[in-house]
């Protein structure tokens, strides 16, 4: 995740920023998914892919982010540096193998994709996120 807004709008709640850390996960880098406008990470050894580790998210909201990045996505642990320390955070991995691959697969860029896409994608998070939570609120045992 490398969008606060998104996250907010997804989660319904600003996430305190006390509990949002930039990270550096080493040995990944960020590439377009498939014809996506989105990311994935795939390994890419002496390359680092940045973005951010959110911290204090309960149980709802993880299942409500697994259920937003569905299918094509899979948690998983990844080594992450923050700041000078090492640490394991869960990070979302492709599920399936893209349908390009190597060395010569582009870059994904974040101020690119914030420029052509995140008003955009903020505004379906908001919708998908209220869609999201009220099925997961419907499905979850009181």
Known sequence: MCERRLLTALLGRAVPPASIHAGVAPGFRAVPFDDRPWPVLVRAPGRAAEGLVILGLSPFERDLLDAWEGADYRPAPLPV????????????LPSHPLRATGPDLPDWHFAVWAEQHAERAIAAARHEGETLRAKLIALRPH
């Open 81 to 92: 540096m923050i700041g000078e320390e090492l640490h394991e955070a869960e990070a979302y």
